[in-house]
C-alpha cells in the first residue's frame, strides 16, 4: 500500500522492538493444520517466516509475502516444495490489542502454510486457534469501525414511516427502524 494509506488504524510510530511470535501459536496452528492437504508448506514454514512491521499508514492489519515469484511458488506448491523465505507483515497498531494482535498472527501463518486463498476453511482454522475479538473487547477494532463511520456520507438514519431518525451506529444500513420496526 505504500504512502497512500487512509489512516484507518492511526497514525502509529513503528516500534523499536521487531514483532513476535505469540506464545504457543505455532504449534496450535501446525495442530490445527494436520491432515488439512492445502497446507502444502507445513513442513518448512515454522523456519522460513520472516517477521517485519508494516509501515504505520499501511491499512492491513497483516500481510504475508512469498520471496520467490508467482511462477515459481505455483512450481514449488504443485510439487510440494520447500517455499522458501515468507515474510509476515504486522501492523504496529495490534501491540494495543494482543488478541487481535495473535489472530491477525495465525491469520497470515496459515496463508504462509499454503491456505493462500480466504475461504470457509481458512476462517474456520483461523478462529480454532485464535478467535477473533468481539468489537466490545478490542479497542483497535472500535477506533477502526469508528474511523470509517466518520467517513461516510450518511450520519444518521431516518425511519419515513414513523419519522424516528437515529445516528448511525454501524457500517451495514439497518433493514428495519428502530423504533416501530418497519423495513427501511
Not at 12 to 25: C, F, I, L, M, Q
Not at 47 to 76: C, H, Y
Not at 145 to 169: A, F, I
Request: aromatic share 6%.
Amino acid at each position: 500500500m505504500g504512502d497512500k494509506g487512509s489512516g484507518l488504524l492511526g497514525n502509529v510510530p513503528k516500534p523499536d522492538v521487531p514483532p513476535y511470535v505469540p506464545e504457543g501459536v505455532i504449534i496450535d496452528s501446525l495442530a490445527a493444520l494436520s491432515g488439512v492437504t492445502d497446507a502444502v508448506f507445513m513442513p518448512w514454514i515454522e523456519d522460513r517466516i520472516n517477521l517485519i512491521w508494516l509501515e504505520s499508514n499501511d491499512d492491513r492489519l497483516g500481510m504475508t509475502r512469498f520471496e520467490e515469484g508467482p511462477g515459481e511458488l505455483n512450481r514449488r506448491r504443485l510439487l510440494r516444495l520447500d517455499p522458501g523465505t515468507v515474510t509476515i507483515g504486522l501492523h504496529p497498531a495490534l501491540l494495543e490489542d494482543k488478541i487481535l494482535y495473535k489472530h491477525t498472527f495465525v491469520h497470515e501463518f496459515l496463508h504462509a502454510s499454503g491456505l493462500t486463498l480466504h475461504s470457509p476453511q481458512h476462517d474456520d482454522l483461523t478462529n480454532s486457534v485464535a478467535p477473533m475479538p468481539k468489537l466490545k473487547d478490542s479497542p483497535l477494532l472500535q477506533r477502526m469501525r469508528d474511523s470509517v463511520l466518520g467517513e461516510l456520507k450518511v450520519q444518521h438514519w431516518e425511519c419515513k414511516n414513523c419519522g424516528y431518525s437515529w445516528d448511525r451506529t454501524t457500517v451495514r444500513k439497518p433493514s428495519r427502524c428502530h423504533k416501530c420496526a418497519r423495513p427501511l
